[in-house]
């Protein structure tokens, strides 16, 4: 079973940046589509941006124009930068694996099927 590990989560202060990586253990996996997805206590799980099997790119409203995603097949990871950050980007982030064929839109937790733990991202204003 392919694992994957997020990194790069921490406090900083509102309009600062955070580069958050996903490493994934299998190499064979990083053809398929991957994305990152947030969550705060009490609330749904919220799709952030994608990448999939193509290269194309898709992002929540709430976070295009401040957040990239990308990866490097070499390295067996993801990343997400995050710039111009505010206190509502406070939340866990996730990182996803692998979309299921299952008619859900990209941005959906249920359309994937590998998650990591999560890493912590705090933004005080």
């Known amino acids: 079973q392919v694992q994957l590990v997020e990194s790069g989560g921490g406090s900083v202060q509102a309009g600062g940046s955070l580069r958050l990586s996903c490493s994934v253990s299998?190499?064979?996996?990083?053809?398929?589509?991957m994305a990152w997805f947030r969550q705060v206590p009490g609330n749904e799980r919220e799709g952030v941006a994608t990448?999939?099997?193509?290269?194309?790119?898709i992002y929540a409203d709430s976070v295009a124009g401040r957040f990239t995603i990308s990866k490097d097949n070499a390295k067996r990871s993801s990343y997400l930068q995050m710039n111009s950050l505010k206190s509502d980007d406070t939340a866990m982030y996730y990182c996803?694996?692998?979309?299921?064929?299952?008619?859900?839109?990209?941005?959906?937790?249920?359309?994937?099927?590998?998650w990591g733990q999560g890493t912590q991202v705090t933004v005080s204003s």
């Open positions: 996803a694996l692998f979309r299921l064929s299952n008619g859900q839109a990209p941005l959906v937790p249920l359309a994937y099927k590998y």
């Open positions: 299998d190499p064979t996996f990083m053809k398929y589509s």
């Open positions: 990448i999939d099997m193509e290269g194309d790119l």
